[in-house]
């Protein structure tokens, strides 16, 4: 538990630092601060990738089995996804608000009661591991690296929610800029946002990422739930929750084709989509009784 | 536009009205936040509970309610079931009016003749002008689209070079593998539904269990768990035996996540527990009437074994276990009240010379309540005894699993195709005048404008000499 919990430490420090380097570099304008910020983000990515692995070597399986392991991965997905964004379209300003999210997120996981942080041995319904795979690596009598529905499930499903995560981070800054396009008011944190238009384009981009992802996530869970349980659907409150989170976004994709609803009202719905998400994540583990209870 | 009259048959309006109705993107995001918004009804209120227990939770009043709208079970409810299938005719709907209309467009694309005022009209669009020939600037500009995947078209003309290029155009097919995945899905459920059943059964170790629907049985060989050095649960497994006609066909072993298949049935390790209804064994005593004190120290007695009472007439035979005894004096029978062990007894079978003599319960925690033995001084008393787990399996039969993961399959091809194949068509048209060269690109997408709006400026700025290199984004560092 040492040194995952070292590299949280300093994953923390990055992360702080991180979003207050994009801050900075947003509010003075400076490229050497965006610059700086950008590297700063590599290496939290690099710090977050490290409390996975070790955490992966300290329970001896892989490290999605309870709520703060799978925050750790929530935080590695958001930023690396936020940094493949930033290298392909050049905008940094999205880092002001997605490094400032990843920091909150990092202060929730850490303020997790220690029962949610622990290593813990896998239970009977979490130990799947794919036969194929299996007989694969006992060639090299490594089987006990192989993978199963279970991780596949989990970072399908994360990968899903850091897109969401990304595009509600955009959205907000959607209806910003677009309210002082349309108020024509000239505001200097305001120019440095790309134009509402390319946003909106950008926030449809990150849930072209999410929704597929968080489809395989859904269906993975559902064909090892036919593993485990014996029924690929049984309608309890996770499962629920992940369905009313994909009609939602499902609803963002079509409303971006129907005229009159594009744009404000797109956003509004990438938003919703984002909450149900957290409900979906955090609050179904606390408040709704099912079977997801670890995590 | 002329208001044509209408004269169609009542029943064709009508279905004209129904079709445009469902036709309708407003009645998919209608229905979609709808869903969204009940289902959540149904994770906050625990489903199929017994009543009494709503009663207790919400009241009388709110009770009532939940009853009456069903909101108990209410991913049944007729109301939910009406808006999936509202959904589904809106997306059978939607597939019917688009798809071929798309299809045929798709298919008759390339223009039979080239019209350079469509580049005016792309969203996407860059006019230069080049000190070059035409007939080179043409096969530079050729040479670019090859380069980045464009399919191409040359529409030469006097005195000037037309271009039609595109590329991706399955791509804009991606929505409707989506959809019909969606309908493969839905049916999947329904065979599922309709075709299948699911059942649960407790076997003790040795017992035979029937397969509902099926000739074949199964049989539990052996039950054990695993332990982590910690004491947690690591693991529970059964061994089963499928027996059919009498002979085993398949032995395997199941665990959590590892169920056997024989048949279409698949069997799954749910769960476990001490049997309320067998033992392994029991230990017996022969003791004194009168003071209960033992005559023979206890004897070990396995289950269906019969065992001679040392120095007695006697023999016993161990035949039965509950384990919480109970007895329906209206039905006259024996049964165990709860599967825990709050009053376990023991049934015996007392034979003298081959022949019953009798047939009693020995209670453990009341011995000697009911004489065992025919016998004036000595009687019988059970002083403990191994129980055996049962292991719970839930078998299921569900011959619609498989169209749901095939249109699973064909939904991830369909995401592929919708979310990261992009429909471009791009139109070049390149003139001379005088001695330069004039040249105008515009295109289009079907979606992610920031794509072609870099390649058309990539392109652009590679035409004219502005060679930044490939990787040079035109949307820039706007810091
Ligand atoms: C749960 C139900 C549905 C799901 C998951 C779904 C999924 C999708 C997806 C993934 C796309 C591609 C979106 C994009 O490229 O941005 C799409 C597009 C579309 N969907 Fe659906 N859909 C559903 C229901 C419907 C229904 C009921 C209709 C009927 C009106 C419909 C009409 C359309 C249309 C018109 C498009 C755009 C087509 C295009 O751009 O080529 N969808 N849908």
Not at chain 1, 253 to 281: D, N, P
Not at chain 2, 417 to 437: C, D, K, N, Q, Y
Request: overall charge positive; aromatic content about 16%; proline content about 3%.
């Amino acid at each position: 538990m040492i040194l995952s919990l070292l590299f949280f430490t300093f994953s923390f420090v990055f992360y702080a630092i991180t979003a207050l380097l994009y801050i900075g570099s947003w509010v003075f304008k400076k490229r050497w601060l965006g610059q700086a910020a950008t590297a700063m983000a590599v290496i939290a990515a690099f710090s977050t990738g490290m409390i996975l692995i070790f955490r992966a070597t300290e329970a001896g399986h892989a490290p999605f089995s309870n709520l703060w392991e799978s925050m750790m991965l929530f935080v590695w997905a958001v930023n690396v996804g936020y940094l493949i964004m930033e290298y392909k379209h050049k905008f940094r300003v999205m880092g002001a608000f997605v490094m400032t999210f990843e920091v909150l997120a990092m202060l929730s996981a850490f303020l997790l009661p220690y029962k949610f942080k622990s290593a813990e041995p896998l239970n009977p319904a979490l130990q799947n591991k794919w036969h194929w795979m299996t007989d694969l690596l006992s060639r090299w009598g490594a089987q006990k690296y192989a993978i199963g529905w279970l991780d596949f499930h989990v970072v399908t499903t994360f990968i899903g929610y850091a897109g969401f995560a990304i595009s509600f981070g955009i959205s907000i800054m959607f209806l910003l800029k677009n309210r002082s396009e349309e108020g024509g008011r000239k505001s200097a944190l305001m120019d440095a946002f790309p134009e509402a238009r390319v946003l909106d384009e950008l926030g449809y981009r990150t849930i072209a990422w999410g929704f597929p992802f968080l489809t395989t996530g859904i269906i993975s869970g559902a064909v090892w739930a036919n593993y485990a349980w014996g029924t690929y659907w049984s309608w309890d409150p996770k499962e629920t929750w992940s369905l009313i989170t994909w009609f939602i976004y499902a609803a963002y994709l079509h409303a971006r084709v129907t005229k009159g609803w594009r744009g404000r009202k797109a956003a509004y719905l990438s938003i919703a989509g984002f909450l149900a998400v957290i409900f979906l994540y955090w609050g179904v583990s606390f408040v709704l009784p099912g079977l997801h209870a670890y995590a | 536009m002329t208001v044509e009259k209408d004269n169609r048959a009542w029943y064709r309006k009508a279905g004209g009205k129904a079709w445009y109705f469902f036709n309708s993107l407003k009645l998919t995001l209608f229905v979609l936040i709808t869903l969204a918004i009940v289902s959540i009804f149904g994770t906050v209120v625990e489903q199929n509970l017994p009543i009494a227990k709503y009663h207790a939770q919400y009241g009388a009043k709110w009770t009532k309610i939940i009853l009456m709208t069903g909101v108990n079970d209410m991913y049944h409810a007729n109301w939910f079931v009406f808006l999936l299938a509202l959904l589904t005719v809106n997306i059978i709907v939607c597939t019917f009016e688009r798809f071929p209309p798309k299809w045929k467009s798709l298919l008759t694309h390339k223009p039979s003749r080239f019209d350079p005022r469509v580049i005016d009209k792309c969203a996407h669009h860059h006019t230069i002008t080049l000190n070059e020939n035409a007939a080179s600037v043409r096969d530079r500009v050729t040479e670019l689209l090859k380069k980045k995947k464009f399919n191409i078209e040359k529409y030469d003309a006097e005195g000037a070079y037309n271009i039609y290029a595109w590329r991706g155009t399955w791509g804009r097919l991606g929505s409707d593998v989506v959809h019909i995945s969606l309908l493969l899905i839905l049916l999947g459920a329904i065979v599922g539904s309709f075709a299948g059943y699911k059942d649960y059964a407790t076997i003790n170790v040795g017992d035979v269990a029937d397969v509902p629907y099926n000739a074949f049985k199964v049989r539990l060989d052996k039950f054990w768990i695993e332990y982590y050095d910690t004491g947690q649960i690591r693991q529970y497994n059964s061994n089963l035996t499928v027996i059919e006609n009498g002979k085993e066909v398949l032995k395997q072993q199941i665990w959590v996540n590892e169920p056997l298949y024989y048949k279409g049935v698949r069997f799954y390790q749910s769960s476990y527990g001490p049997s309320w209804n067998k033992v392994e064994s029991a230990d017996i005593a022969l003791v004194k009437k009168k003071t209960g004190d033992a005559v023979r120290g206890p004897f070990t007695v396995k289950w269906g074994e019969t065992v001679i009472v040392p120095k007695t007439p006697y023999s016993v035979k161990l035949v039965d276990y509950v384990a919480d005894f109970a007895y329906d004096e209206k039905n006259k029978i024996i049964y165990s009240q709860s599967p825990e062990a709050n009053n376990p007894a023991v049934g015996i079978e007392v034979y003298e010379k081959g022949k019953v003599v009798s047939t009693p319960w020995l209670f453990l925690k009341y011995p000697g309540v009911v004489p065992a033995l025919p016998d004036k001084d000595n009687d019988l008393m059970v002083t403990g005894y191994r129980g055996v787990m049962y292991s719970g399996i839930s078998l299921n039969k569900d011959p619609g699993t498989n169209i749901v993961w095939a249109g699973s399959v064909v939904m991830a091809l369909g995401f592929i195709m919708a979310f990261f194949v992009f429909h471009r068509r791009v139109w070049v048209h390149i003139r001379e005048t005088g001695s330069l060269t004039e040249v105008k690109i515009g295109g289009m997408i079907n979606k992610n404008n920031l794509v072609l709006e870099e390649e058309l400026k990539n392109i652009a700025d590679r035409l004219s000499g502005n060679q930044t290199g490939p990787d040079k984004r035109s949307t820039g560092d706007r810091q």
